[in-house]
């Protein structure tokens, strides 16, 4: 393998939706890494989740070269649910892309991800992205951007970062706002000129990271990461550092089969890997992230990667509705056992706990649980899930509970509404400021416990026109009771199929969840209710017939169209005493205690 001389390691980092996946898009068109005439957008988000959502969800690598340099470069999620993924991919590079919208400045994330990197020393470039908006303003950007340096203690070296103006999506680059608005050449450029090299340690010994794993059917688990120092070759016998059981580490060795390195989108094979590059390893089965790969001779283990601990957990259960095992293909204790251990293999920031009858399955918010039971129902699997609940910490005889900044942007008319909300969820309003054409931004510190179910109705609140974002602070005193949803739910007291003319009976007592022809069972939950208690009505009764036909009695009957919640909405609807049945094809709500009678008993 020809490695270039010079390698440079850079991941770009930002807050979500301010534009690192289309700037990698543009990094690799300019270097013709893709066909400029090829329309995909966002080529790096792989996975249907991403696309769909338009998030990334998982840290990917790629690599150009440029002036006989490699770059290789790692497009990071943007979303404080998958921080874990933000945490270890940094461990790969030397320097940082911290992109910033030049409307929106610096957000939660951005405070997260950059702090981040300042800890581990990184070098930062800041690239105004967006420039293209109109009544932006990149020169205020760039001062808020200096004073977030300034309260994360950045080293002068830092703080004298370089800036880049930018607009990815037209596919340009310029050092001043006044140059000629071309290419991406003037970022590669600053690249070249400011971010640090990875390479130079070719004569140490060999140690290698994993920070991200790959599965080939034909050559098993694939092992990414970076070689902090040395050179490896294929068919090299080497030291594997990893954990037993009890946290210990034990070494074994290991002969490496296969060798990859990235260029552009592709994987390509090669014999050889030198000091600073980013490559995939197999061979090595039971390697994990985290693990050190070492040469035989002087083994070392590299320092191991912190995670921040989850906030929020979830019980997963084996799917017990009356329709349960129609619709999955895995639907046992055993098959969600496994499917869980196997996402715990790369994903450092989740942890479950097997209760016997369920798995409790906590994580850093309810988006990252959200992803994992989309996958899975999109897999074939049928669960049951309870509402998320937030974990506690006990210190010095006090209760600590999770606490998170949000920040909203929504227009100034719905405002109201939401601070009443927020307020009465504990929130403690930090900043309120007016932005162009009437928008408001709103900052709050609020329980985690407060989120949960706000996100739906901030959306529902603002019709769809506001943005919310947030970021995990600290474990605080915990702060007394919130109470939960306003308005109870409506209930089938029977089993069948959901019936218009019954349908048309119901709806007026509140928001109604099916359309007729829809089977439901006793204990489903098909609408919420106006008022705040629960309340049993039967969907599947008919109209009686009789002898006398008076004329305009069999006029059609008028249903408001039914309120389809996606899964982060069935997860805020939950209480306590309700849980989300997840299936392949079907999202249902339902009691724990599907009797009525039963159920009135329990209260």
């Given at each position: 393998?020809?490695?270039?001389?010079?390698?440079?390691?850079?991941?770009?980092?930002?807050?979500?939706?301010?534009?690192?996946?289309?700037?990698?898009?543009?990094?690799?068109?300019?270097?013709?890494?893709?066909?400029?005439?090829?329309?995909?957008?966002?080529?790096?988000?792989?996975?249907?989740?991403?696309r769909e959502r338009g998030i990334t969800i998982l840290a990917k690598n790629t690599a150009v070269e440029y002036k006989g340099v490699r770059i290789n470069i790692v497009d990071t999620p943007g979303h404080s649910d998958f921080g874990g993924e933000v945490e270890r991919v940094l461990r790969m590079v030397d320097s940082c892309l911290l992109l910033v919208d030049a409307m929106e400045g610096p957000m939660p994330q951005t405070r997260f991800v950059l702090k981040k990197a300042l800890e581990l020393g990184q070098k930062i470039v800041l690239v105004i992205n967006k420039i293209d908006k109109p009544n932006c303003d990149p020169k205020a950007v760039i001062e808020q951007v200096f004073e977030l340096f300034m309260e994360l203690n950045a080293t002068d070296e830092q703080i004298d970062f370089p800036v880049v103006f930018a607009s990815a999506k037209n596919g340009f680059a310029i050092h001043q706002l006044e140059d000629e608005q071309k290419d991406m050449f003037p970022l590669l450029d600053v690249i070249l000129e400011h971010c640090g090299n990875s390479s130079g340690?070719?004569?140490?010994?060999?140690?290698?990271?994993?920070?991200?794993?790959?599965?080939?059917?034909?050559?098993?688990?694939?092992?990414i990461g970076r070689i902090f120092t040395g050179t490896?070759?294929?068919?090299?016998?080497?030291?594997?550092?990893?954990?037993?059981?009890?946290g210990e580490t034990v070494s074994t060795k290991h002969r490496i089969t296969k060798l990859f390195t990235f260029l552009g989108l592709k994987r390509t094979e090669a014999t050889m890997g030198t000091s600073g590059d980013i490559v995939a390893v197999a061979g090595i089965p039971e390697m994990t992230i985290g693990d050190t790969l070492a040469d035989e001779s002087k083994p070392v283990a590299l320092p191991r990667i912190q995670i921040e601990p989850p906030t929020v957990s979830m019980q997963f259960m084996v799917n017990d509705s009356p329709f349960a095992g129609k619709e999955g293909k895995w639907v046992t204790s055993r098959n969600i056992r496994e499917r869980l251990?196997?996402?715990?293999?790369?994903?450092?920031?989740?942890?479950?706990?097997?209760?016997?009858?369920?798995?409790?399955?906590?994580?850093?918010?309810?988006?990252?649980?959200?992803?994992?039971?989309?996958?899975?129902?999109?897999?074939?699997?049928?669960?049951?899930?309870?509402?998320?609940?937030?974990?506690?910490?006990?210190?010095?005889?006090?209760?600590?509970?999770?606490?998170?900044?949000?920040?909203?942007?929504?227009?100034?008319?719905?405002?109201?509404?939401?601070?009443?909300?927020?307020?009465?969820?504990?929130?403690?309003?930090?900043?309120?400021?007016?932005?162009?054409?009437?928008?408001?931004?709103?900052r709050y510190e609020i329980p985690t416990r407060g989120l949960i179910g706000f996100r739906s109705f901030f959306l529902t609140e603002t019709r769809g026109e506001g943005s919310i974002s947030g970021i995990f602070l600290e474990y605080r005193p915990f702060v007394g009771t919130i109470s939960g949803r306003t308005r109870g739910a409506i209930i089938s007291m029977e089993a069948g199929v959901a019936n218009g003319y019954a349908l048309f009976n119901i709806q007026d007592r509140g928001e109604l969840f099916l359309s007729p022809q829809i089977p439901v069972y006793v204990g489903m939950i098909i609408g919420i209710h106006a008022k705040d208690n629960d309340l049993d009505v039967n969907p599947i009764k008919e109209k009686k017939l009789s002898n006398v036909r008076a004329s305009g009695t069999d006029d059609a009957i008028r249903l408001v169209p039914p309120k389809k919640l996606s899964l982060e909405q069935a997860m805020d609807f939950l209480e306590d005493d309700e849980i989300l049945e997840v299936t392949p094809g079907n999202l249902r709500l339902r009691k724990k205690v599907l009797n009525p009678s039963m159920r009135k008993k329990r209260v």
């Open positions: 393998m020809s490695t270039p001389q010079t390698i440079k390691n850079v991941a770009i980092i930002a807050h979500v939706d301010h534009g690192k996946t289309t700037l990698v898009d543009q990094i690799l068109r300019t270097c013709f890494s893709i066909d400029a005439k090829e329309d995909t957008d966002r080529v790096m988000d792989s996975n249907d989740l991403e340690k070719e004569s140490e010994p060999f140690s290698f990271q994993v920070t991200t794993l790959d599965y080939n059917e034909y050559l098993g688990r694939i092992c490896v070759k294929v068919n090299d016998q080497v030291v594997l550092l990893g954990l037993n059981d009890k251990e196997r996402e715990l293999k790369t994903n450092l920031s989740l942890k479950v706990d097997d209760l016997g009858d369920s798995f409790k399955v906590s994580g850093r918010g309810e988006l990252q649980l959200a992803i994992l039971i989309e996958n899975m129902r999109r897999e074939g699997f049928e669960l049951g899930v309870s509402k998320p609940q937030v974990i506690y910490q006990e210190e010095g005889g006090q209760k600590l509970e999770p606490f998170e900044e949000i920040v909203m942007d929504m227009p100034e008319a719905y405002s109201g509404g939401v601070i009443q909300e927020l307020n009465r969820r504990k929130g403690m309003l930090s900043q309120m400021e007016t932005l162009a054409s009437g928008v408001v931004r709103v």
